[in-house]
Every structure is written in C-alpha cells, then in structure tokens.
C-alpha cells in the first residue's frame, strides 16, 4: 500500500489550504491511513465542482482529526 505522502493532493484541496491554514494543519495531524482515505476521497470525481463540494462535505470532520466514516 501507497504512503499518504505518495498521493496527489488536488489542485482544490490545496485551494483550501492556501484560504484555511488550520485546515492545513489538521489535515497534517491526521494519521496517514486518515490521510490517504481523505485524498482517496477527494481525488476521483472529474469534475472540479463534485470536487470542491467533497471537500467542504468534510471540513468539519478533518478539523476534528476525524476520519470521514466516523
């Protein structure tokens, strides 16, 4: 299995980061298997809207350090 850190995070994700650091900084306090499940998540949608729609669904979840399923 792939490392978190091996994953590409989207370009929409970063967005998020860029606007929110402490978005940024939760998402690095996740463990890497939460990690990987969010960018698992986030990444297969082909269109940028379905994409940004996942991410702000769990904003509230990454900055609780929570995984999605929880």
């Known amino acids: 299995m792939k490392a978190a850190s091996e994953y590409e995070v989207t370009e929409e994700l970063k967005l998020f980061f860029n606007d ?21 998540h986030f990444s297969p949608p ?4 379905t994409r940004f729609l996942r991410i ?13 399923q929880e």
């Open 46 to 49: 082909k269109q940028s809207k």
């Open 20 to 40: 929110n650091s402490d978005l940024n900084i939760s998402f690095k306090n996740l463990t890497p298997r939460r990690q990987r499940a969010y960018l698992l």
């Open 56 to 68: 702000e669904n769990f904003i509230s979840n990454v900055m609780k350090v929570k995984c999605f």
